[in-house]
């Protein structure tokens, strides 16, 4: 008789056993889930090693999450699209502007968002 208590008892816990791994199963898959909502969103600032000389700016190399930057603040709607297209916009390393007379430099994220990196 005392191995079927034992018996029924064992299966008892087996059962909690169970259900606690399932609940701590479900809580992990939530907390990443979580995780994954608050830093999906973040992007890390924008940035770029430049060498700054009378008016001269070469991009030594750009963050991996950069795509350009640029002299002065950026004027229209499309970050992107000015990088690519204004003259005094660098979107690669070992390229050169001249004659930078603003008084910051702007990097670029992939994503369009702009921060000031440089006052001049």
Known sequence: MASVAGAVSVAGCMDQVDLVEET???????????????????ERPPGADLEIDDGTITVMSLNSNTEGIKCGPIEGDDPLAEIEDHELAATA????IEDCDESTIVAVTENGNTEVIEQL
């Open 24 to 42: 701590s199963e479900q809580l992990e898959e939530d907390a990443e889930d979580a995780v994954e909502d608050v830093t999906g969103d973040l």
């Open 93 to 96: 390393a070992g390229e050169t």
